[in-house]
Nanobody, 118 residues
Framework: QVQLVESGGGLVQAGGSLRLSCAAS????????MGWYRQAPGKQRELVAS???????TYADSVKGRFTISRDNAKSTMYLQMNSLKPEDTAVYLC????????????WGQGTQVTVSS
């Protein structure tokens, strides 16, 4: 059974930094795209950043220049370095991987809370 486990969330003051991690475990034959999403109370889930197997990245306009996504394929792990955090970055952050087990499927982590105080 495949599991994604996030870590690294917490409470930080505006202007501070956090680094999120998402590690996959289980019988995994291949991982394609990876992505970080976030959902704030009363708002829709939005894509924050994504990274392909080849390392190409995309970012939401609201985080460009402040967040950096990366991955370590050997460890089946994805990271999100978040700098210059703002109160509007407060949300539950969730990771999503495209994983091939017996077929391709999308797998989600349980989410980690990020709270930025002003």
């Amino acid at each position: 059974q495949v599991q994604l486990v996030e870590s690294g969330g917490g409470l930080v003051q505006a202007g501070g930094s956090l680094r999120l991690s998402c590690a996959a475990s289980g019988i995994i034959l291949s991982i394609n795209d990876m992505g970080w999403y976030r959902q704030a109370p009363g708002k829709q889930r939005e894509l924050v950043a994504s990274i392909t197997n080849g390392g190409s990245t995309t970012y939401a306009d609201s985080v460009k220049g402040r967040f950096t996504i990366s991955r370590d394929n050997a460890k089946s792990t994805m990271y999100l370095q978040m700098n210059s955090l703002k109160p509007e970055d407060t949300a539950v952050y969730l990771c999503n991987f495209d994983i091939f087990v017996r077929s391709w499927g999308k797998y989600w982590g349980q989410g980690t809370q990020v709270t930025v105080s002003s």
